[in-house]
């Protein structure tokens, strides 16, 4: 099983109409075109399709250069993970891709949902030592849904980064565009097929808006950034697990705000299973932002400062530590626990009643996004006033959850966010202190099993002296930003 990130520009094209000539387009100096090659992929969802709505797409191709299965995963808009597995015998999907949709799926089958037949011309764009930069292909397509006879057929254009460069795609779909091709109306081919499209984010609402739609159409999208990140941090996809507490945090932001309008006691058990979720995957987080940060840290002593053979206790250490982590969320992934989660997210009303769903955006979200912006500015003035580290790490979570909220609070009514600014540097912040206290943890471990082993833990020491004085400075910063808020909000 191998993995590929595409970044790719698509465009609708009209039958007959020319491509441009990209020659001298940054650094192009010469093109070729391959013969027509016919692929045919069947594709592969559940009956809901409930990989599409997440952004992902399972296909088995047949024709062409990459013959297999390819299950692709949304990373980011232009950017798809594809990972590749052979074609095999089996016309039924491997276990080892659908493993990673395990979340969007839940235990539905897989079944073939559309078939689409595509006659391509793939045009390379070279540089002047022969290296293609980019690849355009050209596509003639045929889908039909499965079940039906019906068929669509229309022309398609991809422009993919080879060895090229962002600055180069930009100038490509520049030269596209104005040559009269426009931008595809989706980003996969089997969503047009079937008539559907994953909502990257949920829309802005207009004043006039039942508050409580606009609240189920936040969660859903927190939802589906949960359901994105969990294949890429299955497959172990750099930053995944950051991407993933996010998405965590988003969850549950939006649980919270959509409770403040619902019957609800409180105490949620889902909101308290996320944290959970939250607890599994922050060590591998921490594990995967520590060593860079670290290392960076001694490079910056002087030389004499740094005794023994630290960096090589550091990389021991906490490659150890990943490893441990890694396979903490990977049990916490496949467990059933993690899937009675998911199951329990999945309805996607807030269960306000008949009067609150009357209600329109405009007279309650404002409302909203205040009452959270001050439960913020009250934990931010508890966290200052702690008089210990150990009250000061128990604050930090409680804090960091009420900044998340307020800011989700604000992002979901143009007229509802207050200091926007101040709440996402509030988050920054915050996150910077829960990265020091995390170093201050490694460095005492690492200093800890350096003693044991008879090496000199002076600069493990000076380092965690270091992190402290940054802290320091977190804190006072977090406090300036605590009273910019608090004058924001007075009148």
């Known amino acids: 099983m191998t993995t590929h990130l595409e970044i790719e520009s698509k465009f609708d094209a009209e039958p007959g109409q020319a491509l441009p000539d990209l020659v001298g387009v ?12 016919v692929l045919t992929a069947s594709y592969f969802d559940t009956e809901s399709l409930a990989l599409g709505s ?10 062409g250069t990459d013959d297999g299965w390819h299950l692709k995963l949304s990373v980011a808009d232009g950017e798809r993970l594809e990972v590749h597995r052979a074609l095999g015998r089996s016309g039924t999907p491997p276990a080892a891709l659908t493993s990673l949709v395990r979340a969007m799926t839940r235990g539905d089958a897989l079944v073939p949902v559309a078939t689409l037949v595509t006659r391509r011309v793939v045009h390379e764009l070279l540089d002047a030592d022969g290296r293609v930069l980019v690849e355009i292909a050209d596509d003639h397509v045929t889908g039909e849904r499965a079940g039906t006879d019906e068929t669509m057929t229309w022309r398609e254009i991809e422009a993919e980064l080879v060895d090229g460069d962002r600055a ?22 089997v969503g047009r097929v ?25 969660r859903r999208a927190a939802l589906r950034d949960l359901l994105t990140a969990d294949p890429l941090l299955r497959v172990d996809r750099p930053g995944a697990a950051s991407r993933m507490r996010a998405a965590i945090s988003r969850v549950r932001a939006a649980l919270a705000v959509g409770a403040e309008i619902a019957s609800r006691p409180p105490g949620d058990p889902v909101r308290a299973e996320l944290g959970w979720l939250d607890d ?7 594990a995967d932002t520590l060593p860079a940060r670290l290392r960076e840290a001694v490079a910056r002593e002087p030389r004499d400062l740094v005794l023994g053979p630290v960096l090589r206790r550091l990389d021991r250490e906490l490659a150890a530590t990943r490893k441990a982590a890694r396979a903490e969320v990977q049990e916490t ?15 996607t009303g807030t269960g306000a009643g008949p009067e609150a769903a009357r209600v329109r955006a405009g007279d309650l979200l404002p409302d909203l996004a205040d009452r959270n912006a001050r439960r913020a500015e009250r934990r931010l003035a508890q966290l200052r006033r702690a008089q210990s580290d150990e009250e000061r790490r128990w604050l930090l979570v409680g804090t960091r959850r009420a900044v998340d909220r307020a800011r989700y609070a604000g992002s979901l009514h143009p007229d509802g966010s207050l ?16 990265t020091v206290l995390s170093s201050q943890d490694a460095l005492r471990a690492v200093a800890a099993q350096a003693h044991r082993a008879g090496e000199n833990t002076f600069t493990f020491g000076r380092l965690h002296g270091l ?25």
């Open 26 to 37: 940054v650094g192009v100096v010469a093109t070729t075109a391959s013969a027509e090659m």
């Open 54 to 63: 997440a952004g992902a797409t399972l296909r088995r191709r047949t024709g």
């Open 168 to 189: 180069l795609l930009g100038a490509v779909t520049s030269s596209l565009i104005g040559a009269g091709l426009t931008v595809a109306r989706g980003s996969s081919k």
């Open 194 to 218: 079937l008539g559907s499209a994953p909502a990257t984010t949920a829309a802005k609402a207009r004043r006039k808006d039942p508050a409580v739609e606009v609240l189920d159409a936040g």
């Open 280 to 286: 599994a995957v922050a060590p591998l987080d921490r």
């Open 333 to 347: 992934l496949d467990s059933p626990r993690y899937l009675s989660l998911l199951a329990a997210l999945a309805p």
């Open 419 to 434: 200091a926007p600014d101040l709440l996402d540097e509030a988050a920054e912040l915050l996150a910077e202190l829960a």
């Open 467 to 491: 992190e402290e004085v940054r802290a320091e400075d977190v804190r006072r910063r977090l406090n300036a930003v605590r009273k910019d808020l608090k004058r924001a909000r007075q009148p």
